[in-house]
Protein backbone atom coordinates (compact mmCIF):
# COMPACT_ATOMS: atom_id res chain seq x y z
CA UNK A 1 0.00 0.00 0.00
CA UNK A 2 1.31 3.44 -1.02
CA UNK A 3 0.08 6.50 0.91
CA UNK A 4 -1.72 8.94 -1.05
CA UNK A 5 0.71 11.37 -2.99
CA UNK A 6 -0.51 14.37 -0.57
CA UNK A 7 0.19 12.44 2.34
CA UNK A 8 3.84 12.37 4.19
CA UNK A 9 4.34 10.10 7.73
CA UNK A 10 6.57 11.49 9.82
CA UNK A 11 8.04 11.86 13.26
CA UNK A 12 5.69 13.49 15.26
CA UNK A 13 7.35 16.62 17.75
CA UNK A 14 5.45 18.68 20.59
CA UNK A 15 4.68 21.07 18.34
CA UNK A 16 2.11 18.87 16.49
CA UNK A 17 0.68 18.49 19.71
CA UNK A 18 -2.71 20.73 19.47
CA UNK A 19 -3.30 19.30 15.80
CA UNK A 20 -2.97 15.86 16.65
CA UNK A 21 -5.18 16.03 20.41
CA UNK A 22 -7.59 17.71 17.84
CA UNK A 23 -7.96 14.78 16.12
CA UNK A 24 -7.38 12.22 18.97
CA UNK A 25 -10.17 13.80 20.78
CA UNK A 26 -12.48 14.04 17.89
CA UNK A 27 -12.43 10.68 16.93
CA UNK A 28 -13.08 9.42 20.72
CA UNK A 29 -16.05 11.45 20.76
CA UNK A 30 -17.18 10.26 17.31
CA UNK A 31 -17.35 6.85 18.61
CA UNK A 32 -18.80 7.99 22.33
CA UNK A 33 -15.52 7.65 23.88
CA UNK A 34 -14.16 10.78 26.47
CA UNK A 35 -10.90 11.50 26.28
CA UNK A 36 -8.87 11.81 29.17
CA UNK A 37 -6.75 15.05 29.08
CA UNK A 38 -5.03 14.12 32.82
CA UNK A 39 -5.05 10.53 32.46
CA UNK A 40 -4.75 8.47 29.55
CA UNK A 41 -4.20 11.32 27.37
CA UNK A 42 -1.71 13.46 29.38
CA UNK A 43 1.19 11.93 27.20
CA UNK A 44 -0.41 13.66 24.22
CA UNK A 45 0.93 17.60 26.12
CA UNK A 46 4.67 15.60 26.32
CA UNK A 47 4.90 13.76 22.98
CA UNK A 48 9.25 14.09 23.04
CA UNK A 49 9.72 13.29 26.41
CA UNK A 50 7.05 10.53 26.73
CA UNK A 51 8.27 8.97 23.46
CA UNK A 52 11.21 9.88 21.82
CA UNK A 53 13.25 10.29 24.93
CA UNK A 54 11.88 7.09 26.71
CA UNK A 55 13.19 4.80 23.55
CA UNK A 56 9.43 4.91 21.56
CA UNK A 57 8.23 6.33 18.73
CA UNK A 58 5.31 8.72 17.40
CA UNK A 59 4.27 9.42 14.38
CA UNK A 60 1.80 11.12 12.71
CA UNK A 61 0.13 10.95 8.77
CA UNK A 62 0.19 14.51 7.45
CA UNK A 63 -1.45 16.32 4.77
CA UNK A 64 0.74 18.73 2.51
CA UNK A 65 -1.26 21.67 3.67
CA UNK A 66 -0.19 20.52 7.36
CA UNK A 67 -3.03 18.98 8.14
CA UNK A 68 -2.24 15.80 10.75
CA UNK A 69 -5.25 12.86 9.51
CA UNK A 70 -3.74 10.16 11.39
CA UNK A 71 -1.27 8.97 14.41
CA UNK A 72 0.24 5.91 15.95
CA UNK A 73 3.07 5.71 18.61
CA UNK A 74 5.04 2.78 20.58
CA UNK A 75 5.42 3.36 24.25
CA UNK A 76 8.47 1.61 25.87
CA UNK A 77 6.53 -0.46 28.30
CA UNK A 78 10.19 -2.00 29.46
CA UNK A 79 13.03 -3.81 27.43
CA UNK A 80 11.35 -6.44 25.38
CA UNK A 81 8.03 -5.10 25.77
CA UNK A 82 6.07 -2.19 23.52
CA UNK A 83 2.46 -0.88 23.60
CA UNK A 84 0.73 0.54 20.58
CA UNK A 85 -0.95 3.91 21.52
CA UNK A 86 -2.84 6.29 19.70
CA UNK A 87 -3.13 4.91 16.18
CA UNK A 88 -6.47 6.74 15.25
CA UNK A 89 -7.10 7.96 11.52
CA UNK A 90 -9.06 11.11 10.39
CA UNK A 91 -13.01 10.08 9.09
CA UNK A 92 -12.21 11.14 5.68
CA UNK A 93 -9.05 8.91 4.72
CA UNK A 94 -10.39 5.61 7.09
CA UNK A 95 -11.16 2.84 4.03
CA UNK A 96 -8.12 3.40 2.61
CA UNK A 97 -5.82 0.95 3.99
CA UNK A 98 -3.90 3.63 6.22
CA UNK A 99 -5.03 1.89 9.15
CA UNK A 100 -3.04 -1.08 7.87
CA UNK A 101 0.01 0.84 6.79
CA UNK A 102 0.41 2.99 10.21
CA UNK A 103 -0.01 -0.82 11.70
CA UNK A 104 2.81 -2.09 9.56
CA UNK A 105 5.03 0.94 10.62
CA UNK A 106 4.50 0.30 14.02
CA UNK A 107 5.49 -3.16 13.79
CA UNK A 108 8.34 -2.68 11.77
CA UNK A 109 9.16 0.19 13.76
CA UNK A 110 8.69 -2.00 17.32
CA UNK A 111 11.08 -4.76 15.61
CA UNK A 112 13.70 -2.31 14.70
CA UNK A 113 13.47 -0.85 17.95
CA UNK A 114 14.32 -4.24 19.35
CA UNK A 115 11.19 -4.90 21.26
CA UNK A 116 9.59 -8.58 21.33
CA UNK A 117 6.25 -7.93 22.07
CA UNK A 118 3.42 -5.54 21.46
CA UNK A 119 0.70 -4.82 23.73
CA UNK A 120 -2.43 -2.90 23.06
CA UNK A 121 -5.34 -1.40 24.78
CA UNK A 122 -8.62 -0.68 23.02
CA UNK A 123 -12.24 0.06 23.29
CA UNK A 124 -14.82 -2.82 22.10
CA UNK A 125 -16.95 0.15 19.98
CA UNK A 126 -13.58 0.74 17.67
CA UNK A 127 -14.74 -2.91 16.37
CA UNK A 128 -12.92 -1.27 12.70
CA UNK A 129 -9.53 -1.86 14.49
CA UNK A 130 -10.19 -4.41 16.77
CA UNK A 131 -10.70 -6.38 13.09
CA UNK A 132 -7.34 -4.65 11.94
CA UNK A 133 -5.52 -5.50 14.82
CA UNK A 134 -6.84 -9.55 14.71
CA UNK A 135 -5.67 -9.85 11.01
CA UNK A 136 -1.92 -9.00 12.03
CA UNK A 137 -1.91 -11.37 14.53
CA UNK A 138 -2.97 -9.87 17.30
CA UNK A 139 -4.66 -12.15 20.31
CA UNK A 140 -6.81 -11.14 22.83
CA UNK A 141 -5.00 -11.77 25.95
CA UNK A 142 -6.76 -11.42 29.83
CA UNK A 143 -4.90 -8.72 31.75
CA UNK A 144 -5.98 -5.77 33.39
CA UNK A 145 -6.06 -2.45 31.55
CA UNK A 146 -4.45 0.73 32.07
CA UNK A 147 -7.35 2.88 30.99
CA UNK A 148 -10.85 3.11 31.84
CA UNK A 149 -11.87 3.98 28.49
CA UNK A 150 -10.63 0.42 26.97
CA UNK A 151 -12.14 -3.15 28.14
CA UNK A 152 -9.71 -4.99 25.77
CA UNK A 153 -6.22 -6.06 25.79
CA UNK A 154 -4.11 -7.66 22.81
CA UNK A 155 -0.66 -8.81 22.64
CA UNK A 156 1.59 -9.41 19.50
CA UNK A 157 4.89 -11.51 19.23
CA UNK A 158 7.32 -9.70 17.25
CA UNK A 159 9.82 -12.18 16.95
CA UNK A 160 10.19 -14.05 13.77
CA UNK A 161 11.37 -17.29 13.31
CA UNK A 162 15.39 -17.01 12.34
CA UNK A 163 15.31 -13.09 14.08
CA UNK A 164 17.31 -15.24 17.28
CA UNK A 165 19.81 -17.91 17.24
Known sequence: MRLPEDVTLRPATDADGEAIRHLIFGVLREYGLQPEPDGTDADLFAITATYEQSGGWFACLVRDDGTVVGTVALFNVDA???ELRKMYLAREVRGQGLG???LRQAIETARRLGFQWMVLETASVLKEA???Y???GFQRVTQPNHSCRCDAVYRL???REGDQG
Open 80 to 82: VTC
Open 130 to 132: IAL
Open 157 to 159: GLV
Open 134 to 136: ERA
Open 100 to 102: AFL
